[in-house]
């Protein structure tokens, strides 16, 4: 289930793409889950763990494809327990960050209100309120009750 935070929260990473950068493993890039993502928010295609093919960049090593991408990857295999700053996605990142909650337990953190409009229906636990949320009209009211404090 997807559980989010708002505000700074113990054991959370600030900026995930640094952590990424120092701590990916090889074969997070060629998952088809990340596959997909990589050309869903990137637009690039994936040809090696080590070789991203942008239609803007060319071709880039793994550590140049974009912070939203790496975050959505933390968050979907470390295993470290860490909790990631979901602020460092775009609003074009949500619908991922609800996949990854259906497949596995997630807990996020959020410095602003991320626009979950793209995912469709989905159930968040607000851990700041303890509600839960289902649906991004609903997120949305608990989210603005909770950054009104």
């Known amino acids: 289930m997807l559980k989010i935070v708002f505000g700074d929260i113990?054991?959370?990473?600030?900026?995930?793409?640094t952590y990424f950068d120092n701590q990916y493993e090889d074969e997070w890039i060629?998952?088809?889950?990340?596959?997909?993502?990589?050309?869903?928010?990137?637009?690039?295609?994936v040809?090696?763990?080590?070789?991203i093919e942008s239609p803007v960049l060319g071709s880039i090593s793994t550590k140049e494809i974009s912070g939203g991408v790496k975050t959505l990857m933390l968050m979907a295999f470390d295993g470290s327990g860490k909790i990631f700053n979901a602020s460092?996605?775009?609003d074009n990142c949500a619908k991922w960050i609800v996949e990854i909650g259906k497949r596995k337990d997630l807990t996020i953190n959020l410095h602003h209100v991320?626009?979950?409009?793209?995912?469709?229906?989905?159930?968040?636990?607000?851990?700041?309120?303890?509600?839960?949320?289902?649906?991004?009209?609903?997120?949305?009211?608990?989210?603005?009750?909770?950054?009104?404090?």
């Open 47 to 51: 040809i090696s763990a080590h070789l």
């Open 114 to 149: 991320l626009d979950f409009s793209s995912a469709g229906e989905f159930d968040a636990l607000m851990l700041n309120t303890g509600r839960t949320v289902h649906s991004c009209r609903e997120y949305f009211e608990e989210a603005l009750k909770i950054k009104e404090r």
């Open 88 to 90: 460092s996605c775009g």
């Open 10 to 17: 113990e054991n959370s990473i600030y900026h995930p793409p």
């Open 30 to 45: 060629t998952t088809p889950l990340s596959v997909e993502m990589i050309r869903d928010i990137d637009k690039s295609e």
